[in-house]
């Protein structure tokens, strides 16, 4: 009995000697990680709030970054530490891209503004000449009897006519502007095309052209707006991404293109005003390596196209 009591004796003291040396190590190998996550978590929320874009396009989410770091740094154990650090920094990341979105719609508007201040001006441009050119003959037409008389009434004749032109340009501008206001809740953007409006993968069953029930809402309200412009041409256009054989692709992106064009005309959008093509994975708009481009590849574009334009002028290339 007296070893016995020795021995747990000598026991006691070598445990009170390891447990904590053991947890002193555990501590020491947490602390770094907590460190590196949260030091990841600051650069990307310091990077966010350090770009001018974001402080324009991406204040809400800036701010809800910079909520989630302060949490982190708050936090009273690891496993809290890590997820509020994580939120932050992919928030952080959100807000970047969000601010990218924005800042490139905005430049995308600005210089559809621009392009039609530039017509209007040249319009303009084209009615002071003939103004001017009708006020000559006028003078001379009165120095010549009537045969200056009639000189005048023709030149009179085109200052109407340029008159007229520049009141029709200043109209389809404000058509071309409340349609895009129409559309906006389709998301619509103006290109060097027309409007264009684009229907993502989701709106189709997988691996087919039919499309589901809730596309049509989408589907009513542009012929809505259509009906109002019935002078519009309008180019629908099929896409997929690279996965399987080109000629699947290619029949696919055809069929969902017909699909739409068929859900127009069944709400009385004339035939005749509708093109529909299928380009197959012949015009990606993201990398076709990774899931999220494979996405957004897959797609049908509709394209409205500006007054009086032929669709098979704005056909791309095959």
Same mark, same amino acid.
């Given at each position: 009995?007296?070893y016995?009591?020795?021995y747990?004796?000598?026991?006691?003291?070598?445990?009170?000697?390891?447990?904590?040396?053991?947890?002193?190590?555990?501590?020491?190998?947490?602390?770094?990680?907590?460190?590196?996550?949260?030091?990841?978590?600051?650069?990307?929320?310091?990077?966010?709030q350090?770009?001018p874009?974001?402080?324009?396009?991406?204040?809400?989410?800036?701010?809800?970054?910079?909520?989630?770091?302060?949490?982190?740094?708050?936090?009273?154990?690891?496993?809290?530490l890590?997820?509020?650090?994580?939120? =932050?920094?992919?928030?952080? /990341?959100? !807000?970047?891209?969000?601010? &990218? +979105?924005?800042? %490139?719609? $905005?430049?995308?508007?600005? *210089?559809?503004?621009?392009?039609?201040k530039?017509q209007?001006e040249?319009?303009?441009?084209?009615?002071?000449?003939?103004?001017k050119?009708?006020?000559?003959?006028a003078e001379? =037409?009165?120095?010549k009897? /009537?045969? !200056?008389?009639?000189k005048? &009434? +023709?030149?009179? %004749?085109? $200052?109407?006519?340029a008159? *007229?032109?520049?009141?029709?340009?200043?109209q389809?501008?404000?058509?071309?502007?409340?349609?895009?206001s129409?559309?906006?809740?389709?998301?619509a953007k103006?290109?060097?095309?027309?409007?264009?409006i684009?229907?993502?993968?989701?709106?189709f069953?997988?691996?087919?052209?039919?499309?589901?029930?809730?596309?049509?809402?989408?589907?009513d309200?542009?012929?809505d707006?259509?009906?109002?412009?019935?002078?519009?041409?309008?180019?629908i256009?099929?896409h997929?991404d690279?996965?399987?054989?080109?000629?699947?692709?290619?029949?696919?992106?055809?069929?969902?293109?017909?699909?739409?064009?068929?859900?127009?005309?069944?709400?009385?959008?004339?035939?005749?005003?509708?093109?529909?093509?299928?380009?197959?994975?012949?015009?990606?708009?993201?990398?076709?390596?990774?899931?999220?481009?494979r996405?957004q590849?897959?797609?049908v574009?509709?394209?409205?196209?500006d007054?009086?334009?032929?669709?098979?002028?704005?056909l791309?290339?095959?």
């Amino acid at each position: 009995m007296k070893y016995k009591k020795v021995y747990y004796r000598g026991l006691n003291k070598l445990l009170f000697v390891i447990v904590p040396f053991f947890f002193l190590v555990t501590g020491c190998a947490t602390a770094p990680e907590n460190n590196t996550v949260l030091e990841h978590a600051r650069s990307a929320v310091s990077q966010a709030q350090a770009d001018p874009d974001v402080a324009q396009y991406a204040k809400v989410e800036v701010f809800e970054a910079s909520q989630a770091l302060q949490q982190a740094e708050n936090a009273k154990d690891s496993e809290t530490l890590e997820h509020f650090a994580y939120i =932050a920094e992919k928030d952080a /990341q959100i !807000a970047i891209n969000r601010a &990218q +979105e924005k800042k %490139a719609d $905005a430049e995308m508007e600005a *210089m559809s503004k621009e392009k039609d201040k530039i017509q209007l001006e040249a319009r303009e441009y084209e009615l002071e000449k003939a103004r001017k050119e009708a006020a000559r003959e006028a003078e001379e =037409a009165a120095l010549k009897g /009537q045969e !200056a008389k009639e000189k005048g &009434q +023709e030149a009179a %004749a085109m $200052a109407h006519e340029a008159e *007229m032109a520049r009141l029709q340009t200043q109209q389809e501008i404000a058509q071309k502007q409340q349609l895009e206001s129409e559309l906006a809740e389709l998301k619509a953007k103006q290109t060097d095309r027309g409007l264009v409006i684009t229907l993502g993968d989701i709106l189709f069953e997988t691996g087919k052209a039919r499309l589901l029930a809730g596309t049509m809402l989408s589907i009513d309200k542009l012929a809505d707006a259509l009906k109002k412009y019935p002078t519009r041409n309008v180019l629908i256009e099929g896409h997929t991404d690279s996965r399987g054989g080109e000629t699947y692709n290619l029949n696919l992106s055809e069929q969902r293109a017909d699909a739409v064009r068929s859900a127009l005309t069944e709400r009385g959008i004339a035939a005749d005003r509708i093109t529909a093509k299928g380009y197959g994975k012949m015009y990606p708009i993201a990398s076709n390596s990774h899931e999220a481009g494979r996405q957004q590849n897959r797609r049908v574009e509709i394209v409205i196209l500006d007054e009086g334009e032929s669709p098979e002028k704005a056909l791309r290339k095959m």
